[in-house]
């Protein structure tokens, strides 16, 4: 999820800080990364060079879209201050109540989400 008018990744928030802070935390204008067509932005350099290191750890999970949207086989973009980090990945839901289903069932919403996430993947930007 990439904001078309500002090139943002997750409306500029630091994805490490979910792992380091436990919580969504802007990033600094100068402290930024670009990878595939995104501007991540960062709180500070060590935060930087842990998602440059390991980018597939820190980005959300599904492109930042809803999991339980996308277990159900649609795209929906989550928010990301509506979020979960499970087994060690970041999640984003669109709203509460998605959350609440994925934290209900975590295992089950994910087995049925990366299942269905190719096919997914593929109708979003259409």
Same mark, same amino acid.
């Given at each position: 999820? &990439?904001?078309?008018? #500002?090139? +943002?990744? !997750?409306?500029? *928030?630091?994805?490490? %800080?979910?792992? #380091? ?9 100068? !402290? /930024? *990364? ?9 709180? @500070? /350099?060590? @935060? ?7 980018? $597939? ?10 999991? &339980?949207? !996308?277990?159900?086989? =649609? ?9 979960? &980090? =499970?087994?060690?990945? +970041?999640? +984003?839901?669109?709203? /509460?109540?998605?959350?609440? %289903? ?7 919403? +994910?087995? $049925?989400? $990366? ?8 109708? !979003?930007?259409?």
């Amino acid at each position: 999820m &990439v904001d078309p008018a #500002t090139g +943002l990744a !997750i409306s500029g *928030l630091d994805p490490v %800080a979910y792992f #380091t802070d436990g919580r969504p935390q802007f990033g600094r204008p100068g !402290i /930024e *990364l670009t990878r595939e067509r995104a501007v991540w932005r960062f709180r @500070n /350099e060590g @935060n930087r060079a842990a998602f440059a290191d390991h980018p $597939e750890v820190y980005r959300p999970r599904f492109g930042g879209y809803d999991a &339980v949207a !996308i277990a159900r086989g =649609t795209s929906v973009p989550g928010h990301p201050f509506v979020w979960t &980090v =499970t087994g060690g990945r +970041l999640y +984003l839901f669109y709203d /509460e109540a998605a959350r609440a %289903a994925f934290l209900a069932d975590p295992a089950s919403v +994910l087995a $049925e989400a $990366e299942k269905r996430w190719p096919d997914v993947a593929r109708t !979003i930007g259409r």
